[in-house]
């Protein structure tokens, strides 16, 4: 082997170690609510592996991360409170006053407020997360659950399932500022990027509603149909949008599958087949994957987004609901 062909190759090999250094380096760590396990899953999104199991309160679904990725905050829906861990030692560290049965809710661009859907008691509870302190409590429609917030941080956008609508609430005053019907059973609420749209799915209704949110009113209705799928189990539930807004991706409930929808023709492009009873959806920071929580069959999907292929399961606690991930 001649010396040049040699340090070809030295170099070769240590490009390759620093690539394989630099791909280890944009792992990240997926956290997902299991409201029958009463638990979180810890996932290596680098390894696709679960790598602890903390204890939390009972019935956890909604989940969030602080800011600084330090603290991790879950609905405990059955003990009325949000608990918040301590995301280098997983264990509980204090619990927020968060009114009755918190199911979703969504943290301020800022780090603080904590916006708050009490599906028992049709309102939304503003928690001011360093002090404690209850802020605001907004009466909004029958069994609230989606939380969504424009990316100026200006409007609140929460969806009440039994009344059907989605509610814009001004930030600033903590008022409703305008009511919008849309189909039955809206469980999800999401800003497409440049806050220009807000998509809010209907899981009886088996539609998502494109609002325009300049006018607040319906634009587009998108609608599903999948060959040897009874119509009655395409009920979309968790919505997320692409940051350059090209895609958006829904998960389908009992007809375990996403639908991947080109949101300039609002188009199905593909359905992806993932586990049972698919619920939520989280990107991972660079949104080259997309964790599923699947409910019924008590795992996660991950997605490999460029090329739209389910790449791994990853079997979790019981009932998997939520699921949020780090940017680090």
Known sequence: MGRRFRASVSVAVLAGAWLGLSEAAQAFTAYVTNEKGNSVSVIDTNTMAVTATWKVGRRPRGITLSKDDKELFVCASDDDRIDVLDTATGKVTRSLRSGPDPEQFILA?????????????SQVTIIDIEKNKVLAEVPVGVEPEGMGLSPD?????NTSETTNMAHFIDTKTFEVIDNVLVDARPRFAEFSGDGKTLWVSAEVGGTVSVID????????KVTFKIPSVNDEQ???????????GSKAFVALGPAN???????KT???EKYLPVGQRV?????TPDEKQLYTTNGSSNDVSVIDVENLKVLKSIQ????PWGVAISKN
């Open 109 to 121: 661009a800022s780090g603080n407020p904590l916006y708050v859907a009490n599906e028992d008691d």
């Open 153 to 157: 941080g200006k409007v609140l956008v």
């Open 213 to 220: 949110v300049a006018t607040r009113k319906v634009i587009k």
């Open 234 to 244: 395409i009920q979309p539930v968790g919505v997320r949008l692409t940051k350059d």
């Open 257 to 263: 599958r996403v639908a991947v929808v080109n949101t």
């Open 266 to 268: 609002y188009e199905v």
């Open 279 to 283: 619920w939520q959806l989280a990107f």
């Open 316 to 319: 979790t606690g019981l009932l």
